[in-house]
């Protein structure tokens, strides 16, 4: 399994996603700036989490602009794996990779803390190392998670079961829509979620609850 | 020279939770009777040559593909 990272100006969990999936596929991901054209001939593309750009205009909106999302767009297309979290995944909505838009928590305050989550998909090629309906723990830092989508989108995501993980147990930190934390594109291969799963992959995080999520895209055991 | 005004604003039905922290301050100073807040951002724009009509096409392009979010945004645009 060989993945790409790519980085922007003001991404800053890109370290964190590059170590995670170093130790869990014992391959380094080969690193490609915001300015490339053209993408490695890899399985897995991640966006990580930060905030490129400063949040200009709307989180993600310049990033998604770059010249590097047509390659990652056309890496979708073909079916490749792509992942985005937290800014990553504010880009990929901003891209129309996935539906809906993320606005600014309900509370109004950055939440930085630990959640709870329901793998309320474990059908899909990056929940596969979950059993279904399984309740993780997995850390959340943002300002910017509040998932919406209008009504006929939601129904159609939730049908689908495109909504791949929720807030479990009363922890939705941010006002999303029926919790939602993490969602699929209609055709699976597209990842967009809030929480951060690579902040939790060894003992010194104080779990790997997040390693399963890797280990699962990477086809190994967790 | 063309200059332009975008507004951008929530779509209706779409949660402002800004707009109600703002509404709230407003009463918080004293100004009763604010039924609503929504909040939303103005882009001021200069374009270069004196073809409105091909002014507003672009315009309406750059609002479509960056300036809004159509999932949660409306826009308006004013050329003067």
Known sequence: MKSAIIQLPGLNRDRDMIAALTKISGKAPITVWQT????????????????????????????????????????????????????????????????????????????????????????????????????????????????????????????????????????????????????????GNVLGMMPHPENLIEAAHGGDDGRALFAGVLGKAA | MIKARVTVTLKNGVLDPQGKAIEGALGALGFSGVGSVRQGKVFDLELEGSDRARAESDLNAMCEKLLANTVIEDYTISVT
Request: negative net charge; proline residues 5%; hydrophobic residues 40%.
């Open chain 1, 36 to 187: 490339e054209t053209e993408l490695p001939d890899v399985d897995l593309v991640v966006i990580p989490g930060g905030f490129s750009y400063g949040d200009y205009l709307r989180c993600g909106a310049i990033a998604a602009r770059m010249p590097v999302m047509q390659a990652v767009a056309e890496k979708a297309r073909k079916g490749v794996l792509v992942m985005g979290v937290c800014n990553g995944f504010q880009v990929l909505l901003e891209m129309g990779l996935l539906p809906g838009a993320l606005m600014r928590n309900a509370s109004l305050k950055f939440v930085c803390r630990e959640v709870k989550l329901e793998v309320t998909n474990a059908n899909t090629p990056f929940t596969r190392g979950y059993q279904q309906g399984e309740i993780i723990r997995c850390p959340v830092a943002h300002h910017d998670g509040n998932y919406f989508a209008d009504a006929e989108t939601l129904k159609r995501i939730e049908g689908e079961g495109q909504v791949a993980f929720r807030y479990a147990e009363g922890t939705n930190p941010n006002g999303s829509v029926n919790d939602i934390a993490g969602i699929v594109s209609d055709s």
